[in-house]
């Protein structure tokens, strides 16, 4: 059974620096897609950066100059690190993954999901 866990969230004034971290176990396949996504009070959820297993990453617009996405060298950890954080990057962060970056009506469609991990940004 595939496991994700996020940790790092937390609360830091804009302009302030988090990084999050995912844990993924239960897999043993290598090809392995894994993104971050994120969801605001009110809001729908939102694909925030991905990585493939060639290392090819994407961002949203939103985030990108800003945010970086990275695996762990065991290739079994996510990384999302966040600079120059601002109040709209307040929202429940997720990672996610599954064997390949699959689209579906042209969103990331990913079926291993963490509980998520909370972003609180202030002014």
């Known amino acids: 059974q595939v496991q994700l866990v996020e940790s790092g969230g937390g609360a830091v004034e804009a302009g302030g620096s988090l990084s999050l971290s995912c844990e993924v176990s239960?897999?043993?396949?290598?090809?392995?897609?894994m993104a971050w996504f994120r969801q605001a009070p009110g809001g729908e959820r939102e694909e925030v950066a991905r990585i493939d297993n060639d290392g090819r990453t994407r961002y949203a617009s939103c985030v990108k100059g800003r945010f970086t996405i990275s695996k762990g060298n065991a290739k079994n950890t996510l990384y999302l690190q966040m600079n120059s954080l601002k109040v709209e990057d307040t929202a429940m962060y997720y990672c996610?993954?599954?064997?390949?970056?699959?689209?579906?009506?042209?969103?990331?469609?990913?079926?291993?999901w963490g509980p998520g991990t909370q972003v609180t940004i202030s002014s």
């Open positions: 996610a993954a599954d064997w390949a970056c699959t689209m579906v009506a042209g969103e990331l469609d990913l079926r291993y």
């Open positions: 239960g897999y043993t396949y290598s090809t392995v897609c």
